[in-house]
Nanobody
């Protein structure tokens, strides 16, 4: 499975961005997908996760109410809508997919075998 993340860029605080993660697999609905981010000098951090059918989503408190993850299995694509962006959201954002990760482990980077290349998001104050 190859993942291609896109949509990053430079935005002012309070602005919005929409990230996309396109997968090169027809059976995309078999995979749970998550977004992570990694700021310079920091560990990779869970940002959002979504169940195979999109029925359930997961967020840490740091982004809840501002970020929304969604998916279009017909297009093998997952989206991350980011609103009310803050300077502390600045990071490289990665999408990850796994056909075996369980819901309780969806926030753990080690649970994912497939990763996109990352897209830079920079929020200026």
């Amino acid at each position: 499975v190859q993942l291609q993340a896109s949509g990053g860029g430079l935005v002012q605080a309070g602005g919005s961005l929409r990230l996309s993660c396109a997968a090169s697999v027809r059976t995309f609905s078999r995979y749970r997908v998550a977004w992570f981010r990694q700021a310079a000098g920091k560990e990779r951090e869970f940002v959002a996760g979504i169940e195979r059918n999109g029925g359930s989503t997961f967020y840490p408190d740091s982004v809840k109410g501002r970020f929304t993850i969604s998916r279009d299995n017909a297009k093998s694509t997952v989206f991350l809508q980011m609103n009310s962006l803050k300077p502390e959201d600045t990071a490289v954002y990665y999408c990850a997919a796994s056909s075996t990760v369980i819901s309780s482990a969806i926030s753990y980077p080690s649970a994912y075998g497939y990763w996109g290349q990352g897209t830079q998001v920079t929020v200026s104050s």
